[in-house]
């Protein structure tokens, strides 16, 4: 299993940056994939996920509106798009697959990161 | 709630058996993960608080629940254990996951 990220960003202050996460190695549609992101120095925070079989999705509340989570089943790639990027969003962001292990969901597989600085 | 709480900082000596905790109210509904992360690199998965370890992940990691509270234990820390330890559940909705603010785990 590997999850392959894309390269780091760098973008201005109000504009959007897009993401991608390319599986391999299992069934894409059988598994979520989720993102998380870490501002420098601080914890984990979980922004959203996406059902690659549905392309259901869910994203949390401090995200809603400016986060979108899709998914390319032909090329087993998921995608988290941000917009209306502030300073403090600059942060490594991760992807991480998502499934049910023993009743208990997990991010049993995650992406290398990908650093996005946003600054004018 | 959507918040699980986790002590900021512990240490123990080399050798030694710690206990890292997380609590929240979700936890009483959801069971738990912990992940690991060292500096530089990517969280990792060590175990469930149903107690199951990822290929790989030594033994010595344990993972328990009891009522709003999840324990991550390590019997025998090795130098290799100094990390960030995350713990990850869903919030009280069932809706969301949320995280832990981590714990930095200083081995002696």
């Known amino acids: 299993v590997q999850l392959v990220q894309s390269g780091a960003e760098v973008k201005k202050p109000g504009a959007s940056v897009k993401v991608s996460c390319k599986a391999s190695g299992y069934t894409f549609s059988s598994f979520d994939i989720n993102w998380v992101r870490q501002t420098t120095g601080q914890g984990l925070e979980w922004m959203g996920w996406v059902n690659p079989n549905s392309g259901n999705t869910g994203y949390a509340q401090n995200f809603q509106g400016r986060v979108t989570i899709t998914r390319k089943t032909s090329i087993t790639t998921a995608y988290m798009e941000l917009s209306s990027l502030r300073s403090d969003d600059t942060a490594v962001y991760y992807c991480a697959r998502g499934g049910v292990h023993d009743d208990v969901y997990v991010f049993d597989y995650w992406g290398q990161g990908t650093p996005v600085t946003v600054s004018s | 709630s959507s918040e699980l709480t986790q002590d900021p900082a512990v240490s123990v000596a080399l050798g030694q058996t710690v206990r890292i905790t997380c609590q929240g109210d979700?936890?009483?509904?959801?069971?738990a993960s912990w992940y690991q992360q060292k500096p530089g690199q990517a969280p990792i998965l060590v175990i469930s608080?149903?107690?199951n370890r990822p290929s790989g992940i030594p033994d010595r990691f344990s993972g328990s629940f009891s009522g709003d509270t999840v324990s991550l234990t390590i019997t025998g820390a090795q130098a290799e254990d100094e990390a960030d330890y995350y713990c990850n559940s869903r919030d009280t909705s069932g809706n969301y996951f949320v995280f832990g603010g981590g714990t930095k785990l200083t081995v002696l």
């Open positions: 608080t149903k107690n």
């Open positions: 979700s936890l009483r509904t959801y069971y």
